[in-house]
Structure formats: C-alpha cells, structure tokens
Nanobody
C-alpha cells in the first residue's frame, strides 16, 4: 500500500522554524521526484520545493533562502522541508508529493497544517 505520511506541522511565531517530514512507503520511492506543495485558504496549491532522485532541487522564489528541501533514501524514503524565518504568509496546509520520473504515477500525502502567527 502506497503511503505518504507528513509530520512536523504546527503553530510557530514569525521568524521561527519548523521541519516537515514525509515518509514514503509502498513502492520504490527512491527513484521518484519528491516535493512539497502548499495551499493557503482561498488560494491554489503551489509548489514550494522539489528534489529529484539525484538530488537536484527546485525551490520557489517566495521561499528561496529560507526553506531547504532534502531527502534520505534509506530503508524508508523520507523527504524533509526545513523552514526558517517563517512569515505569516507561509501559513498553509503543506502536502508531500511523489512523482515518477517517467510520468503516470503521482501520489499525495494528506497534508500537515503550518500556522505562522504571533
């Protein structure tokens, strides 16, 4: 059974940090491109950052220099999102995504809520 399970969300003050994790299991996720998307209330889901199997990253301009994506292809493939210098506009539900490099298979986690507020 394919599963993407996110963790690490919560409430943080502006300027604070959080680290999101997503454990991917059920298929050979080490070959997948893994990414983090977010969706704020009333807005469309947007890409935050993604990382290929080879480690190439792509980060949205809005979070560049503050957020870092990384992955661990150990027994269970895990993707992380280190979020620093958080702003209220970073408040959103953050979703983990796995995309097969040849297309056709794409999976989503259920999301984890990040709230940045004083």
């Amino acid at each position: 059974q394919v599963q993407l399970v996110e963790s690490g969300g919560g409430l943080v003050q502006p300027g604070g940090s959080l680290r999101l994790s997503c454990a991917a299991s059920g298929t050979v996720f080490r070959i997948y491109t893994l990414g983090w998307y977010r969706q704020a209330p009333g807005k469309q889901r947007e890409l935050v950052a993604a990382i290929t199997a080879g480690g190439t990253t792509n980060t949205a301009d809005s979070v560049k220099g503050r957020f870092t994506i990384s992955r661990d292809n150990a027994k269970i493939t895990t993707v992380y999102l280190q979020m620093n210098s958080l702003k209220p506009e970073d408040t959103a539900v953050y979703y983990c995504n796995a995309d097969h490099p040849r297309g056709g298979m794409n999976y989503w986690g259920k999301g984890t809520l990040v709230t940045v507020s004083s």
